[in-house]
């Protein structure tokens, strides 16, 4: 008997990417195999993403074109998952416009895939099953990793903040973290198997633990995460900078497994705007928290996210996020403009930005980012630094790609038996967002 076939694309944050593992790891145990050729796959799967405005419209261009697919194949089964499905707006456009879609479930029900899969079949209608309260945590359920050396890690599910701008708390629900033993197995699981590097990931990290009914932190699951054997490299995110602990920046410091790495967005450089986003803290605070973990831990690295043209920001808003990003100094940065994400306090707001405006604003920030970025890259000008080999670069099949500790790109030419791998490697070029040398 021929062999089904799966094909699952990904939109969004790497809560998503894992999901998708996990929803492979489901299919594959159900006797489906994996290819990327949408015109040879039985079973089409598009795990999407309510943030970012422009992955919403990609997946409506993609269900669309999908309709001649389906008529061609009329055994291919169509679903969508993820975070847009929790909207019940969406699902309603879904099944009014898009009839060729077969299974609807959003970011709850994973684990119920199969049985979604056996009710379509005896039904022949679309199926949908979408969990508005995401209080379960559903252990036992592996994934299909995309490495074979470094692996995402759920700690937690959902957030508590509602910022104003974001729709994550009514799509992923609120917070639950998970039983600590259950982590740490899954891990010492990965690392017994050879994974040498681990995510941990959350909505926000950094109030992992509040949900346990004892008295178990952040800081506490790194340092025993910290003890597993075989486990080179520990990475998380993100982190909310409101939670972030003295004992958390103590751990970092101390744990010589997590890596010296901390995404910490301001969003807005505005006390006034990060108040109306609700961010619970001001640029204040936010500079005073990046002087604390500086001066714990000198040589780390410092990521952010940086929205451009929220709500009422003014130019003088604007200026203060300028001001503030020369002052910190990042490494690297996620910035986006801002755009309505219905059913946000934000999107009901007044004195919206016009495009124009945004886009002008948003090319000064990169103007003055990118200069900074390649000077943070100059201090690893004929470095030696330990890259965990990655891939073969897209672009040059003598290349490999991998990371250092702080999370810089490295290219390098090298063996691809090499991948998996942590090597040493002497930085010999430096670029605004890549470092390139040779291996020692």
Request: charged share 30%; with cysteine; proline share 2%.
């Given at each position: ?11 969004g ?6 999901d998708s ?13 994996w ?27 993609q ?32 099944l009014?416009?898009y ?17 979604l899969?056996n009710?379509?079949?005896q ?61 740490i ?20 990290v ?12 952040f ?24 939670d ?11 744990l ?10 301001i ?11 609700n ?123 991998g ?38």
């Open positions: 008997m021929k062999s089904k076939k799966y094909t699952i694309v990904t939109y944050c790497q809560m998503n990417e894992h593992e996990k929803i492979s790891w489901i299919l594959e145990n159900m006797g489906y195999i290819t990327d050729d949408k015109e040879d796959s039985d079973f089409i799967i598009y795990n999407t993403c309510l943030v970012r405005e422009n992955a919403e419209l990609k997946v409506y261009g269900l669309g074109a999908l309709k001649d697919l389906k008529r061609k194949n009329p055994d291919l089964i169509l679903a969508v998952c993820g975070c847009m499905m929790q909207r019940e707006e969406i699902r309603n456009i879904i009014r416009k009839r060729h879609v077969d299974i609807i479930f959003g970011t709850g029900n994973i684990h119920k895939l199969p049985q899969i009710r379509y079949h039904s022949n209608e679309t199926v949908v099953d979408v969990v508005e309260d995401n209080r379960e945590i559903v252990e036992n359920i592996d994934a299909n990793r995309k490495y074979s050396f470094k692996a995402y890690v759920n700690v937690m599910y959902g957030c508590n903040n509602f910022c104003t701008y974001c729709i994550v708390p009514y799509t992923r629900g609120r917070e639950r973290s998970r039983e600590p033993e259950n982590i197995e899954e891990v010492r699981s990965l690392a017994e198997r050879g994974y040498k590097e681990i995510t941990l990931l959350g909505q926000n950094n109030s992992y633990g509040k949900t346990l009914s004892y008295d178990y932190t800081a506490n699951l790194l340092e025993d995460i910290n003890k597993i054997d075989g486990i080179k490299r520990i990475r998380f995110m993100t982190s909310h900078p409101k972030l602990s003295d004992e958390l920046i103590e751990a970092m410091a101390s010589d497994k997590v890596c010296e790495h901390l995404h910490l967005p969003q807005s450089g505005s006390s006034r705007i990060l108040k109306v986003m961010r619970k803290y001001t640029k204040e605070d936010y500079l005073r928290l990046v002087e604390k973990i500086r001066n714990r831990i000198p040589d780390i690295a410092l990521t952010t996210d940086i929205i451009v043209g929220f709500p009422g920001e003014t130019e003088e808003d604007f200026n203060e996020t300028l001001e503030l990003v020369k002052k910190v100094e990042y490494d690297s940065a996620f910035t986006f403009l801002y755009s309505i994400r219905e059913g946000t306090i934000a999107a009901r707001m007044e004195n919206q930005i016009p495009d124009d405006i945004k886009q002008e604003r948003f090319q000064r920030l990169l103007d003055t980012l990118y200069p900074i970025f390649y000077k943070k890259n100059l201090k690893y000008q004929d470095k030696v630094v330990e890259v965990l080999v990655e891939e073969v670069s897209k672009n040059n099949e003598k290349v490999l790609t990371r250092t500790r702080h999370g810089k790109l490295v290219h390098f030419e090298g063996d691809k038996k090499l991948i998996g791998q942590l090597v040493d490697v002497k930085i010999d070029n430096v670029k605004t967002f890549t470092l390139e040398g040779h291996i020692i």
